[in-house]
Nanobody
Framework: QVQVVESGGGLVQTGGSLRLSCAAS????????MAWYRQAPGKQRELVAS???????NYAVSVKGRFTIARDNAKNTVYLQMNTLKPEDTAVYFC?????????WGQGTQVTVSS
């Protein structure tokens, strides 16, 4: 069983920055896609950014140019650097990893951006 644990959430003012981390443990096989999703109250979970094992990235339009996703394959870890945060970025951020046995979600970490 693969365990996925996020960290790095918190409260920040508009314009501030946060860095989220997500580590996959439990002897995962090669991790294919690693991604960050978010879910705001009353809204559906949405893809924020994803990165493949070869380093190809994809971003939601709303975060492009402000957020950067990166991964460390040796550590089975994915990061999300979030800059110029806005109140509308407030949500629970979830990490999602895909390996040969399937996809695994983390428990989520709260990000709150105050205006």
């Amino acid at each position: 069983q693969v365990q996925v644990v996020e960290s790095g959430g918190g409260l920040v003012q508009t314009g501030g920055s946060l860095r989220l981390s997500c580590a996959a443990s439990g002897s995962p096989s090669r991790l294919n896609v690693m991604a960050w999703y978010r879910q705001a109250p009353g809204k559906q979970r949405e893809l924020v950014a994803s990165i493949t094992s070869s380093g190809s990235t994809n971003y939601a339009v709303s975060v492009k140019g402000r957020f950067t996703i990166a991964r460390d394959n040796a550590k089975n870890t994915v990061y999300l650097q979030m800059n110029t945060l806005k109140p509308e970025d407030t949500a629970v951020y979830f990490c999602y990893v895909v390996e040969v046995r399937g996809g695994y979600w983390g428990q989520g970490t709260q990000v709150t951006v105050s205006s």
